[in-house]
């Protein structure tokens, strides 16, 4: 038995078990590029729809943001989840406090997929983003 | 017997049996590295990746690991536990079971989660409610900073969401806050709990985080950062990104945000929407919940929490 407490078992079978977890679908996995959000509302019995694309770059490397705007015009992005900004300027800069730290030595390097999701520059990692299995 | 839940600034023995069981939970580790994390995460989100130490995890760290997955499995509406229906449910299954590994390793059955009453500090002036009683040694520490007093100092960090989907396993170092910050100088107030009370329905279409329905008025995404999401966003530090639960602060702030869901259906009837076949694949009441620790449950089973806990007071308002 690998784990040391048998209690537990109930606990972490999904987690060290084989089986895979039975798990929702349905969004999107954004897989780079332009993000765009599409806020809808319905007036006086017309049916309004206001698309907005990002961008975003930092230190000139495109970086991938999922950001959402909402309908009162505040951005709201997943590396946040609890936030709603009054501009991008200011959660970009949050998003940068959040990277600010020194990331150790990757011992887990190598262990297959890596992600492909969520450039957001190195936060001081060696080495930076791996992209050996694509 | 089920649990009651109590006043974390009212009952000093419900306090320090909380802090006693987080600190056990951080301690113990049941054998999971970081590497079996990351074979996990490859097995069932390959998205979400996790780099850095290969360490044991604790029971407490993977609690941590469970709230950033859910939060990484996109759905047609927000994600499996927030921006949507499910946000009150998957955060009620969640305290279940964070309340069920307090109850083990403290030997008390009855033990019951304390709640932070945090609109009632919001009443306080700016200044006050950063150095309000809950920010004490003898409760969750310092609420700015590094957490150097109390018990929570004996906790550590070891997973921390720094981007999106990506998990960095850290060298174990302190909880950080940052209390009143220039993204929320002041907590929610009573009034605002009020205006949670009287949203009706329960939620409604689009089901996303732009109407005012209780679940996205309670969430704080209505004229937002507002309750729930004031909460994280005013403590700052660890609390801001997804691995927010390494912060005890978290459970607190949730048991409170239960609690008002709670004294919302008292009133209200326990009516949950999306119903079935209704609104978006993994809000309905139908709808498996994600889990990793546990069996998974549905909304419309834990509707009713009774048979697992009650509150000692849903005046939440007053």
Known sequence: MKYQTDHLDHLLKPITGEGKLDLPTGGDHHHGGPVKSIRKATYKGKEIEVHTTYEFFIDGEQTEVHAEVMNDGKVHCHNLPQYAFTSAIRMMKSIIDVMDFKMPHNELAGGGHTSHDNHLGNAGMHGGHDHDSH | ?318
Request: aromatic share 8%; glycine share 8%.
């Open chain 2, 1 to 318: 017997m089920t649990a009651i839940r109590r006043n974390i600034l009212n009952n000093t023995a419900a306090r320090d049996q909380f802090l006693q069981g987080m600190v056990l939970l951080d301690q113990e580790m049941p054998g999971i590295t970081a590497g079996d994390v990351q074979a996990f995460l490859q097995n069932n989100v390959p998205h979400i990746t996790i780099q850095g130490l290969n360490q044991q995890l604790s029971t407490y760290d993977l609690f941590v690991l469970w709230h950033v997955v859910a939060m990484g499995i996109s759905l047609p509406v927000g994600n499996a536990a927030h921006s949507g229906p499910i946000f009150l449910p998957w955060h009620r299954l969640y305290l279940i079971r964070l309340e069920e590994e307090l109850q083990r390793v403290l030997g008390d059955d009855d033990f019951g989660l304390p709640y932070w009453d945090w609109a009632a500090d919001g009443q306080l002036s700016t200044f006050q409610q950063v150095n309000a009683d809950i920010w004490s040694t003898q409760n969750i520490g310092t609420s700015r900073g590094v957490v150097n007093d109390g018990a929570v100092a004996d906790m550590r960090v070891r997973l921390f969401n720094f981007a999106g989907n990506r998990i960095a396993s850290v060298e174990p170092r302190r909880i950080q806050r940052q209390a009143s910050n220039q993204s929320a100088r002041r907590l929610p107030r009573k009034v605002d709990v009020q205006a949670a009370l009287d949203a009706i329905p329960y939620d409604e279409a689009n089901w996303d985080i732009n109407n005012n329905a209780h679940r996205n008025v309670l969430e704080g995404w209505h004229n937002g950062p507002a309750l729930h999401n004031r909460v994280h966003v005013w403590i700052g530090g660890d609390m801001g990104p997804g691995s927010s639960p390494n912060d005890p602060a978290f459970f607190l702030n949730h048991c409170n945000v239960d609690r008002i869901w709670e004294a919302w259906m008292m009133n209200q009837g326990r009516d949950y929407r999306p119903q079935v076949g209704e609104g978006p694949q993994g809000h309905r009441i139908d709808s498996a919940m994600v889990s990793i620790l546990g069996q998974s449950l549905r909304p419309i089973d834990v509707l009713d929490p009774s048979q697992w806990y009650s509150y000692d007071d849903l005046n939440v308002a007053a």
